[in-house]
């Protein structure tokens, strides 16, 4: 059977277009059409003139719901994210482990890989966010489980995980080189992030090989006129960037500063966490964002779509192009070959919303997962 939605607003690629249809059958988009000229024999779905969008992918987010799984990681900590962020539009995420003990790490790494086989489909891989990092700019992160890395002991996380490890945030450039090479021997994306590099060191080890830089700004050196730090040496290499998006983490000034200088580099993360009152990250929300017990900003209470809306409405990005990053890039960076665009062939996982960004329906793999009116 080949579904059809119609009446609405096609956002891929770049551009916002009316008058078409997307012919899905399976788990894939057969074609986008005209709305004119359907096909005799589909299932005809009216959308109201709502806006379609590739499913937002977020490579970056601790916990949803109710369980941070970022600090007391387990196969239910997972079910619940994949339900909770499938009703945000979400449709593939990284879910993530910061600093810890070696007991949380494999843990984690232990649920993710036991999760897998039965998972929805939007839960992706994991990303572990240290414990590689540097203790000069530790955020939030205990610098008691901050370390060097072993080569040793980053074999056992990833031939333990069995593919399951597909991005690590390390500081690079207090690494030894066969660490480095082992991660991309893997095809695991490196991120800098919690780093403390020298402009020259973040010149030699961007897009060689370390391809990504995490959260832009946040616990790295701020540029200096006469020590510039990491954040140049990304504008001029232009690896791909994530960005907190909502303002607390990063005001929007300087969002609209590193769009201009890494323009379909740029990408968004939510950085998201949830209240904990256990384990190495007690998160306690705070009005609009969450803080440690110390008083240190935490992660971010955002969503995807939120990080779009303020794109949009805070940083002047139209409106596709935030849905670009907020899709497109992530699956680029995270070699998603069949996501983020919606074309003949690209999988059927797509957000529908409002002009008030309010999330009406949620497709996975062609199925409706999420309808806001049932």
Same mark, same amino acid.
């Given at each position: 059977?080949?579904?059809?939605?119609?009446?609405? @607003?096609?956002?891929?690629?770049?551009?916002?277009?009316?008058?078409?249809?997307?012919?899905?059958?399976? *788990?894939?988009?057969? +074609?986008?059409?005209?709305?004119? @000229?359907?096909?005799?024999?589909?299932?005809?779905? *009216?959308?109201?003139? +709502?806006?379609?969008?590739?499913?937002?992918?977020?490579?970056?987010?601790?916990?949803?719901?109710?369980?941070?799984?970022?600090?007391?990681?387990?196969?239910?900590?997972? !079910?619940?994210?994949?339900?909770?962020?499938?009703?945000?539009? =979400? =449709?593939?995420?990284?879910?993530?482990?910061?600093?810890?003990?070696?007991?949380?790490?494999? %843990?984690?790494?232990?649920?993710?890989?036991?999760?897998?086989?039965?998972?929805?489909?939007?839960?992706?891989?994991?990303?572990?966010?240290?414990?590689?990092?540097?203790?000069?700019?530790?955020? &939030?992160?205990?610098?008691?489980?901050?370390?060097?890395?072993? /080569?040793?002991?980053?074999?056992?996380?990833?031939? #333990?995980?069995?593919?399951?490890?597909?991005?690590?945030?390390?500081?690079?450039?207090?690494?030894?080189?066969?660490?480095?090479?082992?991660?991309?021997?893997?095809?695991?994306?490196?991120? !800098?992030?919690? =780093?403390?590099?020298?402009?020259? %060191?973040?010149? %030699?080890?961007?897009?060689?090989?370390?391809?990504?830089?995490?959260?832009?700004?946040?616990?790295?050196?701020?540029?200096?006129?006469?020590?510039?730090?990491?954040?140049?040496?990304?504008?001029? @290499? #232009?690896?791909?960037?994530?960005?907190?998006?909502?303002?607390?983490?990063?005001?929007?000034?300087?969002?609209?500063?590193?769009? #201009? $200088?890494?323009?379909?580099?740029?990408?968004?993360?939510?950085?998201?966490?949830?209240?904990?009152?256990?384990?190495?990250?007690?998160? @306690? /929300?705070?009005? *609009? #964002?969450?803080?440690?017990?110390?008083?240190?900003?935490?992660?971010?209470?955002?969503?995807?779509?939120?990080?779009? $809306?303020?794109?949009?409405?805070?940083?002047?990005?139209?409106?596709?192009? &935030?849905?670009?990053?907020?899709?497109?890039?992530?699956?680029? /960076?995270?070699?998603?070959?069949?996501?983020?665009?919606? $074309?003949?062939?690209?999988?059927?996982?797509?957000?529908?919303?409002? *002009?008030?960004?309010?999330?009406?329906?949620?497709?996975?793999?062609?199925?409706?997962?999420?309808? !806001?009116?049932?």
């Amino acid at each position: 059977m080949v579904t059809a939605l119609h009446n609405l @607003q096609l956002i891929t690629n770049g551009t916002i277009v009316s008058g078409k249809a997307i012919l899905i059958e399976g *788990d894939v988009i057969k +074609a986008v059409t005209d709305a004119g @000229q359907l096909p005799a024999g589909v299932k005809s779905i *009216d959308l109201n003139g +709502a806006y379609v969008a590739p499913g937002l992918i977020d490579l970056q987010i601790y916990g949803a719901g109710t369980q941070l799984f970022g600090g007391m990681p387990s196969v239910e900590a997972l !079910a619940e994210m994949e339900d909770v962020l499938l009703k945000q539009g =979400t =449709t593939g995420f990284f879910p993530t482990i910061a600093t810890n003990s070696d007991e949380v790490v494999l %843990q984690g790494i232990d649920a993710c890989k036991a999760y897998m086989p039965q998972a929805k489909g939007n839960f992706l891989g994991l990303h572990l966010e240290g414990p590689y990092l540097n203790p000069k700019r530790k955020g &939030a992160h205990p610098e008691e489980y901050i370390k060097k890395a072993t /080569l040793a002991e980053l074999k056992s996380w990833v031939e #333990r995980g069995e593919g399951i490890i597909k991005m690590m945030t390390i500081a690079p450039e207090l690494q030894d080189a066969e660490v480095v090479d082992y991660l991309a021997s893997q095809n695991i994306i490196i991120s !800098a992030g919690h =780093t403390d590099a020298t402009y020259h %060191q973040a010149s %030699q080890f961007l897009n060689n090989p370390v391809a990504a830089a995490t959260h832009l700004f946040n616990a790295m050196p701020q540029m200096h006129h006469r020590e510039p730090g990491i954040v140049p040496a990304i504008f001029e @290499q #232009r690896p791909y960037t994530s960005i907190v998006a909502d303002g607390i983490h990063v005001s929007f000034p300087m969002i609209a500063l590193a769009k #201009r $200088e890494l323009g379909d580099k740029l990408f968004f993360i939510t950085d998201a966490v949830t209240i904990a009152s256990e384990g190495a990250y007690q998160h @306690q /929300l705070k009005g *609009d #964002r969450y803080v440690m017990p110390n008083g240190t900003l935490s992660g971010s209470a955002l969503t995807m779509l939120k990080c779009v $809306e303020n794109g949009v409405k805070n940083v002047g990005i139209s409106l596709p192009e &935030a849905i670009n990053m907020a899709s497109l890039y992530p699956a680029q /960076l995270a070699s998603l070959t069949k996501n983020g665009k919606i $074309e003949a062939g690209y999988l059927a996982d797509l957000i529908i919303f409002n *002009d008030s960004f309010a999330v009406a329906k949620t497709i996975l793999r062609g199925e409706i997962v999420y309808n !806001a009116n049932q």
